[in-house]
Structures are given as structure tokens and as C-alpha cells.
């Protein structure tokens, strides 16, 4: 790596500096929880059926006890043998969060269209013990624009992060954010796509730290399901 070696004073000034972008960058990430706190809600009025491993259940249900639920759309469809890798990559660090997310209200799980015996099986060879559940035979990911038909597939472009997605493919990744109220109705609050989904990936931010960055060529061409590491 050629960079730039300095005095630790000099160090010290372009720290500094960078402080000063550092702060703005916390202030308006503030500015933006506080909007998306402020975003209307939808409410849910088709009825959304899940395989998990306690029987069929709604959406409702999937609450667990809590008043918010967090789904991570994970891309494994129906005959793939392994999950998205980059969606296991966003996996491996839910189950450290998952102890604080629900003492603090919030129930998350990962949905997949897979049947529930395939991802079942993905599940315990990845070790994991978060939630996860099959939409197959729902048109919960369809609506959520995460899963595309053939037919959308084939027209060259797909509605997906909120507009037209020149790349293609039946599976894409997401995280979607619901409140249920009191009386038990579901709402949907949230959902982000792209890289967005990134706020999942804790590792990311560490790279973020260090002095080679992220050091990709190409976005997460480096990532391995984490049993495939050598």
C-alpha cells in the first residue's frame, strides 16, 4: 500500500479533520432515523400464511409476544440448495442482536419462499438459531417486491428498491419493519433494499475502520458462506 506518512501531529490535524465529517455524518443519520420514524404507515389487510416449525401461522403471529417484528428477506427459493451467500453473510450476525432486540420489543426473523424443510436443513448446517420461516405458496415476497415471476424476470428490468432495477432475478434481499397495536392489527412501517440492507452487516463497519477498507473489486466478491472459509 503507498499512503502518505506523517508526523503524529500532522496525523492529528487530518484526524481531526475528518472528526468534523464524522459528526456530520451523525447528525444527519439522526436527521434520518427521526424522518423514518415519521413515515406513514400501511396497514396489512391480506391475510399471509407461513410454514415455521410449529404449525401454518399468520403474520400476526410471528410477533412472538412483541409489538415489532424485523423480517429479513432472505433469497433462497424453492429448489436452491444453499441460501444467498451475501444473505448469509447478513444472517451470521443476527443471533448476537437477537438477545437485545427482544428485550427491547422487537422480534425479528428471516422469511424465505424455500420450503420449510430446505431451509430447515440450511439452517443447521449454518448454526444459527434465529426464526426462520417458508412464504412458499404466499405472495407475502411478491409484495414486498423481493421475489420476481418468470415473466417479470424476462421483460429486462423489475420494480424493485422503489423503481425500475435494470438487473434481474427471481430472488433479491430486504429487510421490512411491522407494528402490530393492541388490537392486533399489523401494520407496515418500513422496508429497505440495495444497500441498504447493508445496516445488517456489523462486519462491514468494522472494515470500514481498518486501513484496507472494505477492499473489494466488486461488491462482496469476497464473501463466503462462513462454513466455506478455508
Known sequence: MQHAVVSRDD??????????????????RDKVARERLALPWVRIEKEYLFE???????????????????????MF???????????????????GMNKHLAHHDVTMIAVSRAPLAE?????????????WVSSNGSPFNYDFRVSFTPEEV??????????EWRETGEEWPGL???????????????STFGRG??????T?????????????????DWVRRHDRYA
Open 11 to 28: 496525523w492529528l490535524t487530518a484526524r481531526r479533520d475528518l472528526l468534523r465529517a464524522e459528526k456530520e455524518l451523525t447528525h444527519l
Open 52 to 74: 415455521t416449525p410449529d404449525g401454518q401461522r399468520e403474520l400476526a403471529d410471528l410477533f412472538d409476544g412483541r409489538s415489532q417484528l424485523l423480517v429479513q428477506h432472505f
Open 77 to 95: 427459493a424453492p429448489g436452491w440448495k444453499e441460501g444467498c451467500p451475501s444473505c448469509s453473510f447478513m444472517a451470521d450476525h443476527t443471533d
Open 119 to 131: 431451509i430447515e436443513r440450511y439452517r443447521r448446517r449454518m448454526g444459527w438459531q434465529f426464526r
Open 154 to 163: 424476462a421483460t429486462g428490468h423489475i420494480d424493485y428498491n422503489f423503481g
Open 176 to 190: 421490512s419493519a411491522f407494528y402490530k397495536d393492541d388490537a392486533g392489527d399489523v401494520f407496515h412501517t418500513y
Open 197 to 202: 440492507v447493508e445496516v445488517m452487516m456489523g
Open 204 to 220: 462491514y463497519a468494522m472494515l470500514d475502520l481498518m486501513p484496507k477498507g472494505r477492499n473489494e473489486a466488486e461488491g462482496m
